[in-house]
T-cell receptor, first 117, second 108 residues
């Protein structure tokens, strides 16, 4: 199994450009999520999905859109990139919602390092 | 705002010394998870604590969940260079909120 695959690994954008970060998992996990990681800030939840066709906002959703048309894929779209969105983005998945109470470890992808100029 | 605070932000220890990182939440947590991220890598799940006062051990690592389920700690006994990385707690407040992480450096 490949686990959680994120593409691209690195990207440089100009302010105002749009882009989609791809995330795919082959573990048949229902729950998927996107985080951004900034120095001293830990991991902040952007959007999450508890299953195909269902998405919800996390802590820092502004400037980002998501969709979940299939169980496997959970793309993150930057509508109009801003320098404040320079960050490392991680996609994660788990069998079910990790806030549901049962032991649901999240499996993370390798991350996308995004720079906005 | 951030509801799960983690301290210290950085810790440098000599190999063989002990290390502890602490997590504190402003609200009661349903459970708490701990992750480790090696430099340049991605977070890897270590453990989940659910019960009030729970203590779990993994070799040299000891995890505790407070009686009030608002705080947690990770203690590493006799650190090794392989312990280098950033340790994150993630508290379940209805959403999974990560602490800022503690970065551990170990001098051989």
């Amino acid at each position: 199994n490949a686990g959680v695959t994120q593409t691209p690994k690195f990207q440089v954008l100009k302010t105002g450009q749009s882009m989609t970060l791809q995330c795919a998992q082959d573990m048949n996990h229902e729950y998927m999520s996107w985080y951004r990681q900034d120095p001293g800030m830990g991991l902040r939840l952007i959007h999450y999905s508890v299953g195909a066709g269902i998405t919800d906002q996390g802590e820092v959703p502004n400037g980002y859109n998501v969709s979940r048309s299939t169980t496997e894929d959970f793309p993150l779209r930057l509508l109009s990139a801003a320098p404040s969105q320079t960050s490392v983005y991680f996609c994660a998945s788990s069998y079910s919602n990790p806030t549901g109470g049962s032991n649901q470890p999240q499996h993370f992808g390798d991350g996308t390092r995004l720079s906005i100029l | 705002g951030q509801q799960v605070m983690q301290i210290p932000q950085y810790q440098h220890v000599q190999e063989g010394e002990d290390f502890t990182t602490y997590c504190n939440s402003s609200t009661t947590l349903s459970n708490i998870q701990w992750y480790k991220q090696r430099p340049g890598g991605h977070p890897v799940f270590l453990i989940q604590l659910v019960k009030s006062g729970e203590v779990k051990k993994q070799k040299r690592l000891t995890f505790q969940f407070g009686e009030a389920k608002k705080n947690s700690s990770l203690h590493i006994t006799a650190t090794q260079t392989t312990d280098v990385g950033t340790y994150f707690c993630a508290g379940n407040t209805g959403k999974l909120i990560f602490g800022q992480g503690t970065t551990l450096q170990v001098k051989p």
